[in-house]
T-cell receptor, first 110, second 115 residues
Framework: AQRVTQPEKLLSVFKGAPVELKCNYS??????LFWYVQYSRQRLQLLLR??SRESIKGFTADLNKGETSFHLKKPFAQEEDSAMYYC????????????FGAGTILRVKS | NAGVTQTPKFRVLKTGQSMTLLCAQD?????MYWYRQDPGMGLRLIHY???????AKGEVPDGYNVSRLKKQNFLLGLESAAPSQTSVYFC??????????????FGPGTRLTVL
């Protein structure tokens, strides 16, 4: 079974502090992992995916197959990073289906 | 391009009423999806479609039906609404077979309340 776990419902940090949003997954095959973000009054959108190995808006995420994790990190949080973040997994079954975690609200305080 | 659009944006139903949510995309995407978003549960897949005329069940399909008569449209129906179906519904689309496991593009959501 495919499962994505985001253990924190809310993460509150001060501006300039490092951020780490945790994501663990359960999947027996070779997964594709994503981070989606939903800013206030905006639609859900892709932030980054592990296969791209990019840094988007200062965020990075490394797939650790040994620990089955895909944590999202940013060295210095900004107020505009405040949003809901979802970790998602795509397996090899048909339909490009995504399994989402419960989401983590990131609040960056000034 | 409008991307993925959803109609309506808000709706209040009484228990037992029926309604249809419309999703449209103008990106010529092959695959389309319906999710519901509930607090503490993330997004859960209701139904999806891998092409015109095809549909399949997702994680939480009970109480919903879907149709994909045209490639650009994906309809979600509630035949007899229940309070447990109070949620925010999101439609999404992706390229499909040409770009497997690629990102999904989401609509703005429909907030449905069932009294």
């Amino acid at each position: 079974a495919q499962r994505v776990t985001q253990p924190e419902k809310l993460l509150s940090v001060f501006k300039g502090a490092p951020v780490e949003l945790k994501c663990n997954y359960s999947y027996s095959g070779s997964p594709e992992l994503f981070w989606y973000v939903q800013y206030s009054r905006q639609r859900l959108q892709l932030l980054l995916r592990h296969i791209s190995r990019e840094s988007i808006k200062g965020f990075t995420a490394d797939l650790n197959k040994g620990e089955t994790s895909f944590h999202l990190k940013k060295p210095f949080a900004q107020e505009e990073d405040s949003a809901m973040y979802y970790c998602a997994l795509s397996g090899v079954s048909g339909g490009n289906k995504l399994v989402f975690g419960a989401g983590t609200i990131l609040r960056v305080k000034s | 391009n409008a991307g993925v659009t959803q109609t309506p944006k808000f709706r209040v139903l009484k228990t037992g009423q029926s309604m249809t949510l419309l999703c449209a995309q103008d990106m010529n995407h092959e695959y389309m999806y319906w999710y519901r978003q509930d607090p503490g549960m993330g997004l859960r897949l209701i139904h999806y479609s891998v092409g015109e005329g095809t549909t399949a069940k997702g994680e939480v399909p009970d109480g919903y039906n879907v149709s994909r008569l045209k490639k650009q449209n994906f309809l979600l129906g509630l035949e007899s609404a229940a309070p447990s179906q109070t949620s925010v519904y999101f439609c999404a689309s992706s390229y499909g077979r040409l770009r497997l496991r690629d990102e999904q593009f989401f609509g703005p959501g429909t907030r449905l309340t069932v009294l």
